[in-house]
């Protein structure tokens, strides 16, 4: 008894020296397990094949092999790199639109940036995507879908990589991103990665009993597997009702407001949110007029103004 | 303490908590995960130093918030359901894990969950939706027009036609060949009025807008309603003969809608493909 409370104060003693010594990041959620760091699986989770290591950043399967042990495999995720982005939007007399990206890597980033990808339309003929020296891009068709849209509006993947060098370090950014679309401008999921020195392949995937490879498929989606923001890009086609634009403001407002990146008590972000809401409730569906977003010109910060600028795009100049 | 009560002393601490804190996870396009209805959701969460290294025994409070006006629900109150999260605080094990689940509602909309080193003083977030994957939009504008919101003089609560047209692909395809069947029967029916299938991601389908049925048939994206000649909203010509209201649905039937889930109803044609 003396000696487990002997032990319990070494412990508790060795823990508060970590806490004093070490400072705290945000807490987060995994969809797994933390791996055990002595690496021995308790017998309460032996059932358990999917882990996430925090220490090192990896996804550790261990599932039984024929021989009665077991057979573990690591791969890294590639969410250790974080974008800044910074997006124009301009309309061409056509009546397309540009949207011009520079892209860095932010304070927050543990490893160079060597991927970026934006999630766009499917289905927009008129769309055209090139890149920076150094990089190249690729478009990828996904099973995604974008529910507010009156149509089926499938998505693609818009993948910029690195092809030479080391990719973006902390601090270090790259212009001359740009994509030509016949679709108004909204919010888009963005996703930044960095090089994983271990990844897995279809082959070991393919030999992993079929609910495990399930669970390392959901552990390796965008979410968990890279950085997601939200960024200004093709996201309305023409006719999309207003409403449906309307809902997704809101939405980008509100994420952003509770992300801390919006003052909630600013003269742009209070009015917009009111506005929007009653606009959604009413039901009407009418073109919005400018007296009821005339909070757009409240708009002060770079991000307020992104919005307004967005916004005035695709809910004002819309017709 | 009334439910009212508690759920606006939950929203002022979600607003406190929103200003202070700075999140992860977001979406644009897409809700990712997506959780279905009345499902629970295993997870762990933890804290961690800077450099990433879990933190051991750490005591955490966790909670979840709800965006509004997402999925089409244009309706708020302060009864508005949203997913609960248990524990509501605890502390890690010595491997970092507080083993948490998430218990969505019947209501489809997007959320957040939220996690608070309490030591630190630090919020994460995780985004999340509840809804189905398999819900797409269904519309074939040279068969049928589409009702049923506001833009056709219903209010629901839900927003235009454009929120109440959504279905799950089987289903989708089954009422498209019923249309087709019937018409080849009476060529004279040139169009249809097509009213309520389901919200984008589907969940509660609330017309009352009370978070509550009726219309629970509604919420799994397998149901339509096919508006007779008695309903308005559109050209009564395009309604159903009120007097082939059987046989319509019977069409339905014939293309795998479930007899015990469709229904000669005021005003429609109910046609289910299931609840599940």
């Known amino acids: 008894m003396k000696q487990n409370a002997i032990h319990a104060l070494i412990v508790a003693a060795f823990l508060a020296s970590l806490c004093l010594g070490q400072e705290r990041g945000k807490p987060a959620i995994s969809p797994v397990p933390l791996w055990p760091q002595d690496g021995n699986i308790p017998d309460s989770m032996k059932n358990q094949a999917v882990f996430f290591n925090p220490e090192t950043n990896e996804i550790v399967v261990s599932v039984p092999d024929a021989a009665g042990g077991r057979k573990t495999l690591r791969f890294e995720l590639r969410n250790q790199a974080e974008a800044v982005v910074r997006s124009q939007v301009s309309k061409l007399p056509s009546g397309l639109y540009v949207y011009e990206y520079t892209v860095g890597a932010g304070n927050n980033s543990k490893r160079p940036l060597k991927a970026w990808s934006l999630l766009i339309p499917g289905d927009d003929r008129q769309f055209n995507a090139s890149s920076p020296a150094a990089w190249r891009v690729e478009q990828k068709a996904t099973q995604m879908v974008d529910r507010l849209a009156v149509r089926h509006a499938p998505l693609k993947f818009i993948d910029y990589s690195v092809t030479a060098g080391a990719g973006l370090g902390k601090g270090a950014s790259a212009s001359g991103f740009r994509l030509v679309s016949g679709y108004l401008p909204g919010y888009v999921s963005s996703f930044a990665r960095n090089e994983a020195k271990t990844e897995i392949s279809p082959e070991q995937l393919a030999t992993l009993p079929k609910a495990v490879a399930d669970e390392v498929l959901r552990v390796t989606a965008p979410e968990w597997d890279s950085q997601m923001g939200l960024v200004v890009g093709p996201r309305f086609a023409p006719g999309t009702p207003r409403e449906m634009i309307a809902e997704s403001f809101h939405y980008v407002i509100s994420s952003f407001s509770m992300r801390g990146l919006l003052d909630k008590k600013s003269d742009f972000v209070a009015p917009a949110l009111q506005a929007l809401g009653s606009y959604l409730k009413s039901g009407k569906g009418a073109p919005l007029s400018p007296d009821q977003l005339s909070f757009l010109s409240s708009a002060q910060t770079p991000l307020e103004r992104e919005i307004a600028d967005a916004m005035r795009l695709s809910l004002l100049a819309n017709p | ?276």
């Open chain 2, 1 to 276: 303490m009334t439910l009212k009560k508690i759920n606006s002393i939950l929203r002022a601490i979600v607003l406190v908590a929103c200003v202070i804190a700075v999140g992860d996870e977001v979406f644009g396009q897409t809700y990712s995960p997506l959780f279905p209805p009345n499902s629970n959701q295993p997870g762990v969460a933890y804290c961690r130093y800077s450099n990433g290294s879990r933190v051991p025994y750490c005591f955490m409070r966790l909670f979840t918030v709800v965006y509004l006006y997402t999925n089409g629900h244009f309706h708020d109150d302060d009864l508005h359901p949203w997913s609960s999260v248990t524990p509501t605080q605890g502390t890690s094990d010595g491997a970092g894990n507080l083993y948490i689940t998430i218990h969505t509602t019947r209501v489809g909309q997007a959320e957040l969950l939220g996690v608070e080193d309490v030591y630190a003083g630090l919020f994460g977030w995780a985004g999340y939706a509840v809804g189905y994957g398999d819900i797409y939009w269904n519309d074939h504008p040279e068969l049928w027009d589409r009702v049923g919101g506001t833009d056709t003089g219903a209010d629901t609560g839900h927003g235009s036609s454009a929120y109440n047209h959504w279905m799950e692909i089987n289903a989708a395809w089954g009422i498209y060949y019923t249309v087709l069947d019937y018409q080849a029967a009476y060529p004279e029916q040139a169009r249809f009025c097509m009213n309520d299938m389901a919200l984008p991601f589907g969940g509660k389908f609330d017309i009352l807008q009370n978070w509550n049925s009726p219309h629970a048939e509604h919420d799994r994206g397998k149901a339509v309603d096919v508006g007779d000649a008695s309903a308005g909203q559109c050209n009564a010509t395009n309604g159903i003969p009120l007097n082939k209201k059987g046989e319509f649905r019977q069409k339905c039937i014939d293309r795998g809608a479930i007899a015990a889930r469709s229904f000669i109803e005021p005003g429609h044609v109910h046609c289910g493909w299931g609840l599940q």
